[in-house]
Nanobody, 123 residues
Framework: QVQLVESGGGSVQAGGSLRLSCAASIYITRMVWFRQAPGKEREGVATIYTSGGSPAYADSVKGRFTISRDNTKNTVYLQMSSLKPEDTAMYYC???????????????????WGQGTQVTVSS
């Protein structure tokens, strides 16, 4: 019955910004943003733990993306700035209600996934 709904994707020019949102139907322990570009594997982008703790980012987005969460709304945000064409991908929200350590970017750890929101960055 857990549902994740992403929103906020769109088309922007290089250097622009977008803010993605992921609304969960229940409170979750860890939520992560993945992305998948055409012809590439799905990769972890950013993650955040309960109460906004333990944020982590892929090296490719550090300094440009910021993950945050609003626990009152069970919503996680991904603020993306200084976007590059290589950021173009389908962005997915994934979550798990339990966490006992491990790599956050391991896609096998997440049993709940949203449908994705497309981000397209033009040169």
């Amino acid at each position: 019955q857990v549902q994740l709904v992403e929103s906020g994707g769109g088309s922007v020019q290089a250097g622009g910004s977008l803010r993605l949102s992921c609304a969960a139907s229940i409170y979750i322990t860890r939520m992560v943003w993945f992305r998948q570009a055409p012809g590439k594997e799905r990769e972890g982008v950013a993650t955040i733990y309960t109460s906004g703790g333990s944020p982590a980012y892929a090296d490719s987005v550090k300094g440009r993306f910021t993950i945050s969460r609003d626990n009152t709304k069970n919503t996680v945000y991904l603020q993306m700035s200084s976007l590059k064409p290589e950021d173009t991908a389908m962005y997915y929200c994934a979550a798990t209600t339990v966490w006992f350590g491990g790599n956050w970017y391991d896609r096998g750890r997440y049993n709940y996934w949203g449908q994705g929101t497309q981000v397209t960055v033009s040169s």
